[in-house]
């Protein structure tokens, strides 16, 4: 069993839909819950972090990080095309060498 | 500023073949680390650098790998005797890191792109 599990997709939803995507993980040591997106033959860019439980919102995004049940969300509000891209959850302990462990990455697609 | 960089974009060998990629870091970065990504597997850890510590190499999959970090700057990853199952993007990152609190974001460079017919 994988560390990190995330959704493949793709996910495919029409402009100005809400997308809700997701990851579970096992190790109750993370602290440090990211999301990063991944244009075609990009890098991965840091969109949010949370730190422990709760949620942060950053214009249309919000992280949602739920410790009790091992589960993080992202939610796009009025989603964009330009919001197509490889979504991905990364997680890390907080002390220690700054290992981020990834999810597989969930695929995007906005269409107009 | 400059973001990470890495050459090549593309690489295409032979199986067998030894292969070395770069990796410039931002300016200033203490911490560097290199990823693999293979088609539906994620970004895969392989080795990290922090300052003139050693380095963590416990993602490295075989002793085919092996990476150095001259200067505390710029990074070569090279993989010797190339196999098909090596073809995949290597990413490299960069961060300010220290060792306890904070998520220093980790910046990334494009990728290179290595194909092993």
């Known amino acids: 069993q994988k560390e990190v599990e995330q959704d493949p997709g793709p996910l495919s939803v029409p402009e100005g839909a809400i997308v809700s995507l997701n990851c579970t993980y096992s190790n109750s040591a993370f602290q440090y819950f990211m999301w990063y997106r991944q244009y075609s033959r990009k890098g991965p860019e840091l969109l949010m972090y949370t730190y422990s439980s709760g949620n942060k919102e950053d214009g249309r995004f919000t992280a949602q990080v739920d410790k009790s049940s091992k589960y993080i969300s992202l939610f796009i509000r009025d989603s964009q095309p330009s919001d197509s891209a490889t979504y991905l959850c990364?997680?890390?302990?907080?002390?220690?060498?700054?290992?981020?462990?990834f999810g597989t990455g969930t695929r995007l697609l906005v269409s107009p | 500023g400059a973001g990470v960089s890495q050459s090549p974009s593309n690489k295409v060998t032979e199986k067998g073949k030894d292969v070395e990629l770069r990796c410039d870091p931002i300016?200033?970065?203490?911490?560097l680390y290199w990823y693999r990504q293979s088609l539906g597997q994620g970004l895969e850890f392989l080795i990290y650098f922090q300052g003139n510590s050693a380095p963590d190499k416990s993602g490295l999959p075989s002793d085919r790998f092996s990476a150095e970090r001259t200067g505390g700057s710029v990074s070569t990853l090279t993989i010797q005797r190339t196999q098909q199952e090596d073809s995949a993007v290597y990413l490299c990152?960069?961060?300010?890191?220290?060792?306890?609190?904070?998520?220093?974001?980790?910046?990334f460079g494009p990728g290179t792109r290595l194909t092993v017919t």
């Open positions: 990364a997680m890390r302990r907080r002390t220690g060498f700054q290992k981020l462990v």
């Open positions: 300016s200033g970065h203490t911490a």
């Open positions: 990152a960069s961060s300010l890191e220290g060792l306890a609190g904070g998520p220093y974001e980790q910046y």
